[in-house]
């Protein structure tokens, strides 16, 4: 189903659209969820240390994809807000060349600094080869990572929210069988847990493609041509840049942070690394409602619907602070289960110990977490798209300075508590430039 989100009413169209959003989220996420639940039982913390240590590496590299194709899913979503077809296909097609040279580029970075990364990042000797294994696979097929964001931005951006659940499901359920029959019956260790990761992204990325492809003229993509316009490419990168290095910058604090991690040795991480798996799926909401948002504000910015915009923000805002409190609640009563589902509890009771420690911390700030989304993707989809790279600024910035300043009194507390003030510095950003009412004028198309 196609969502026209210029008509309707805006809480029920942003939370229809991210419901698929939602769940895609959550598949995604299991391909992580069980890459680690199968190497920490199967093959033990250590390995799982060796996986998790290579998480921010692998953000930065998603974080580069998403904010690229994300960034061309903005103008898309303008140009079909302003029914401008013409333009809307040659920004397609300028999505697809940029896509095409940035896996090939990331590829071959990853690659070559993927082990002086790591060794800068303090990790240590005894989980080192593995975590170079496990992360060299990911940059090697960083292709099927490429094509699975750039044509579930453009499937997204048009109101099509269910073929890339589709594509999720699908792959996910295959990620499951391949990280048994690679780790479990083929003892291959990290490389089969990698192994299962790509084979199922790059079947994910084929499937969004094929239904692209198949329903072009519903979609208004009939007709599209291999040509494209320096224009056209040069509004992809105004758009995405600033989306891509936000995220970058989070994820560069967040390996900091990572390093900071790695010195308390593999029990910590292999805590750490449990535990952020759990709450990356708890922050599923904050992200698909608040992407499903900014589609929303993309579609009335080019249709010129200013006030639909502010009404949809608030409303979702409302929506988002309640489903933040069930949340913490809930991870609060059930933490420890959750991080059994990573941790043997006879033989990992400790890293169990600090896994919980950070959930309890870190859920009760997911409200913060939720505001700066919200504000963000609306700024985004309105255009204003520097204005995510300051955010992004101010939440690094407040990441490394909080974490080595209580690392000392606190020890890896400390390192907990660093988040959520992060996160209230990285939300006063989009506050402050909503209310000054300047991206208004920020249209993209």
Same mark, same amino acid.
């Given at each position: &189903?196609? /969502?026209? &989100?210029?008509?309707?009413?805006?809480?029920?169209?942003?939370?229809?659209?991210?419901?698929?959003?939602?769940?895609?989220?959550?598949?995604?996420?299991? @391909?992580?969820?069980?890459?680690?639940?199968?190497?920490?039982?199967?093959?033990?913390?250590?390995?799982?240390?060796?996986?998790?240590?290579?998480?921010?590496?692998?953000?930065?590299?998603? +974080?580069?994809?998403?904010?690229?194709?994300?960034?061309?899913?903005?103008?898309? *979503?303008?140009?079909?807000?302003?029914?401008?077809?013409?333009?809307?296909?040659?920004?397609?097609?300028?999505?697809?060349?940029?896509?095409?040279?940035?896996?090939?580029?990331?590829?071959? *970075?990853?690659?070559?600094?993927?082990?002086?990364?790591?060794?800068?990042?303090?990790?240590?000797?005894?989980?080192?080869?593995?975590?170079?294994?496990?992360?060299?696979? #990911?940059?090697?097929?960083?292709?099927?990572?490429?094509? @699975?964001?750039?044509?579930?931005?453009?499937?997204?951006?048009?109101?099509?929210? =269910?073929?890339?659940?589709? *594509?999720?499901?699908?792959?996910?359920?295959?990620?499951?069988?391949?990280?048994?029959?690679?780790?479990?019956?083929?003892?291959?260790?990290?490389?089969?847990?990698? @192994?299962?990761?790509?084979?199922?992204?790059?079947?994910?990325?084929?499937?969004? #493609?094929?239904?692209? #492809?198949?329903?072009?003229?519903?979609?208004?993509?009939?007709?599209?041509?291999?040509?494209?316009?320096?224009?056209?490419?040069?509004?992809?990168?105004?758009?995405?840049?600033?989306?891509?290095?936000?995220? +970058?910058?989070?994820?560069?604090?967040?390996?900091?942070?990572?390093?900071? $991690?790695?010195?308390?040795?593999?029990?910590?991480?292999?805590?750490?690394?449990?535990?952020?798996? #759990?709450?990356?799926?708890?922050?599923?909401?904050?992200?698909?409602?608040?992407?499903?948002?900014? $589609?929303?504000?993309?579609?009335?910015?080019?249709?010129?619907?200013?006030?639909?915009?502010?009404?949809?923000?608030?409303?979702?805002?409302?929506?988002?602070?309640?489903?933040?409190?069930?949340?913490?609640?809930?991870?609060?009563?059930? =933490?420890?289960?959750?991080?059994?589902?990573?941790?043997?509890?006879?033989?990992?009771?400790?890293?169990?110990?600090?896994?919980?420690? /950070?959930?309890?911390?870190?859920? $009760?700030?997911?409200?913060?977490?939720?505001?700066?989304?919200?504000?963000?993707?609306?700024? =985004?989809?309105?255009?204003?798209?520097?204005?995510?790279?300051?955010?992004?600024?101010?939440?690094?910035?407040?990441?490394?300075?909080?974490?080595?300043?209580?690392?000392?009194?606190?020890?890896?507390?400390?390192?907990?508590?660093?988040?959520?003030?992060?996160?209230? &510095?990285?939300?006063?950003?989009?506050?402050?430039?909503? @209310?000054?009412?300047?991206?208004?004028?920020?249209?993209?198309?």
């Amino acid at each position: &189903m196609v /969502y026209d &989100m210029t008509k309707g009413n805006p809480l029920k169209l942003i939370l229809a659209f991210s419901v698929p959003m939602l769940i895609g989220n959550i598949f995604q996420q299991v @391909y992580n969820f069980v890459d680690a639940a199968v190497v920490g039982k199967f093959v033990g913390a250590q390995a799982l240390a060796a996986v998790g240590s290579t998480g921010t590496i692998i953000a930065v590299m998603i +974080c580069l994809m998403m904010g690229l194709t994300g960034g061309a899913g903005i103008i898309i *979503a303008q140009c079909f807000g302003k029914r401008d077809f013409n333009e809307m296909r040659t920004t397609v097609t300028g999505l697809i060349y940029t896509v095409l040279v940035l896996s090939v580029v990331t590829s071959a *970075a990853g690659i070559m600094f993927s082990r002086k990364i790591l060794l800068l990042l303090n990790t240590p000797a005894n989980v080192i080869d593995d975590a170079v294994k496990y992360v060299n696979i #990911i940059f090697i097929f960083t292709i099927g990572t490429a094509m @699975y964001n750039g044509s579930s931005a453009i499937l997204r951006s048009l109101g099509d929210s =269910r073929t890339p659940l589709y *594509a999720l499901i699908l792959s996910s359920l295959l990620n499951v069988g391949l990280d048994l029959l690679f780790v479990v019956v083929f003892r291959l260790g990290v490389a089969g847990a990698a @192994y299962a990761t790509v084979i199922s992204q790059i079947i994910s990325s084929i499937y969004c #493609i094929v239904h692209i #492809i198949r329903y072009r003229e519903q979609l208004n993509l009939e007709g599209i041509s291999f040509k494209t316009t320096r224009r056209a490419i040069k509004r992809i990168f105004r758009a995405g840049v600033p989306a891509a290095l936000e995220s +970058c910058l989070i994820s560069l604090g967040t390996m900091s942070v990572q390093r900071l $991690v790695n010195s308390f040795g593999s029990i910590t991480m292999a805590g750490y690394t449990a535990a952020i798996k #759990i709450d990356s799926i708890a922050i599923a909401p904050i992200c698909s409602i608040g992407s499903a948002l900014s $589609v929303f504000a993309g579609q009335n910015m080019g249709a010129g619907n200013i006030d639909r915009i502010k009404k949809g923000m608030y409303q979702t805002l409302v929506s988002l602070i309640g489903i933040c409190v069930a949340l913490a609640v809930l991870i609060v009563l059930f =933490r420890r289960q959750m991080l059994g589902l990573f941790l043997d509890s006879d033989n990992a009771s400790l890293a169990i110990d600090i896994g919980a420690k /950070y959930l309890t911390i870190v859920c $009760v700030a997911y409200i913060v977490a939720a505001v700066m989304r919200t504000y963000l993707n609306v700024l =985004r989809g309105a255009g204003d798209v520097n204005t995510s790279a300051i955010a992004g600024v101010t939440e690094l910035m407040g990441r490394i300075i909080f974490a080595y300043i209580l690392v000392g009194p606190l020890g890896s507390t400390g390192i907990w508590i660093a988040t959520p003030l992060a996160w209230a &510095m990285g939300a006063a950003v989009p506050l402050i430039r909503y @209310y000054s009412g300047k991206w208004k004028t920020k249209t993209l198309v």
